[in-house]
């Protein structure tokens, strides 16, 4: 299964956008693909990155799932939207990782990912080279955020080890996910490498590559979080704790609930 991509505005304005479906089936989600279909998603991330970053500063590819998510159609892809200029969010997130590089002299989400290592207690997956965590400052009740172990800048720089590795670790997360309520889990999720296009030669080895799940159901299928009254007036409250959500997500099955009984003993010893 190959992606195939729509590009919705051309290459030569301010912002670039492209479309991209992972699977030619319509009910077919990421959790429910093989490793194998994962990691050509992951492949066509890569590629696009570097077709849009030659050109385009940021280049942002995000994915909203489900219609509580604003989702209106149901099949299975992702959108990136490649602009001229760094978004709010990268701004803040290149201040930030520049100020941390120039005062200690290494990467802050370097330095984050060791912390988390040791203390164990917001993990949620570790593999040989990604982790998977409830970060401290988590708005959203099950917010993660997926991990390179080593110092990687962009998705382009990931070796063929790491892919595959990414493949397999982004299928056990959204299994969780699914299986939390056992129904498809909403979410909008997004990558966050460092910038491209004409400045892409310069110094960046302050960035360190990750990406922001953001799924909104708070204690049900139905139930969901909603940031209103004080939390856009003042400040975000949490409804459970970054450790309470960790390890319920860590307690979930990585076989996901829709397989029958034969799947799941394959799918186990697989």
């Not at 760094?86 to 802050?108: M, N, T, V, W």
């Not at 975000?236 to 960790?246: H, I, K, M, N």
Request: aromatic share 10%; glycine share 4%.
């Amino acid at each position: 299964t190959t992606p195939s991509t729509l590009c919705v505005l051309g290459p030569q304005g301010p912002m670039g956008s492209k479309v991209m479906c992972f699977h030619p089936w319509s009910d077919v989600t990421l959790p429910l693909m093989s490793v194998p279909e994962i990691r050509v998603v992951v492949d066509a991330w890569a590629s696009v990155t570097e077709e849009l970053g030659v050109q385009y500063p940021w280049v942002q590819i995000f994915e909203n799932k489900g219609a509580m998510m604003g989702c209106s159609n149901p099949h299975p892809h992702c959108q990136v939207w490649a602009s001229s200029f760094l978004p709010d969010i990268a701004q803040r997130e290149e201040r930030c990782q520049r100020a941390y590089q120039s005062q200690h002299g290494e990467p802050l989400l370097m330095e984050y990912s060791r912390q988390e290592l040791l203390r164990k207690e917001r993990l949620v997956l570790t593999s040989e080279h990604w982790l998977v965590l409830v970060p401290f400052w988590a708005v959203w009740p099950y917010q993660t955020l997926l991990l390179p172990r080593r110092h990687v800048r962009r998705l382009p720089e990931l070796t063929p080890a790491e892919r595959d590795d990414l493949a397999s670790i982004m299928k056990k997360l959204l299994t969780k996910y699914d299986n939390l309520f056992e129904m498809s889990f909403p979410y909008s999720m997004g990558w966050h490498g460092a910038p491209t296009g004409s400045e892409a030669g310069a110094n960046w080895d302050h960035w360190q590559l990750h990406a922001h799940y953001y799924p909104p159901l708070l204690r049900s299928a139905t139930v969901r979080k909603f940031m209103v009254g004080y939390e856009m007036l003042a400040q975000a409250q949490r409804d459970l704790t970054p450790e309470q959500a960790a390890e319920r997500l860590r307690a979930l099955p990585e076989v996901h609930y829709r397989l029958g009984q034969k799947d799941r003993e394959t799918a186990a010893i697989a």
